[in-house]
């Protein structure tokens, strides 16, 4: 069975740093770009980042600069380090592995996590 799991979410103040994990297990996911997409409440599920299978990497306007996505392909892992964290990334964030389609949008994506919540207070 084919699951992707989140860890790392939580409370910070503005300004902070947190590191979110994304743990895949059931299959390999080398092979794979592996992306976060983040859901304010209220709001449609957004693009964050994705890595390439061969580490190329793309990050959503709102985000970039602040964010980084890595991966660890030995251990199956995907990582997100936030830093310079503002009230508008409220949000769940997932873990999802690309099936096929741009990078960019939701139903591209075979494979999700059920989500970590990350609140940023002001």
């Known amino acids: 069975q084919v699951q992707l799991v989140e860890s790392g979410g939580g409370l910070v103040q503005a300004g902070g740093s947190l590191r979110l994990s994304c743990a895949a297990s059931g299959r390999t996911f080398g092979g794979d770009a592996m992306a976060w997409f983040r859901q304010a409440a209220g709001k449609e599920r957004e693009f964050v980042a994705v890595i390439t299978r061969d580490y190329n990497t793309y990050y959503a306007d709102s985000v970039k600069g602040r964010f980084t996505i890595s991966r660890e392909n030995t251990k199956n892992m995907v990582y997100l380090q936030m830093n310079g964290l503002k009230p508008e990334d409220t949000a769940v964030y997932y873990c999802?592995?690309?099936?096929?389609?741009?990078?960019?949008?939701?139903?591209?994506?075979?494979?999700w996590g059920q989500g970590t919540q990350v609140t940023v207070s002001s």
């Open positions: 999802a592995a690309h099936g096929r389609g741009l990078y960019s949008i939701s139903l591209s994506y075979d494979y």
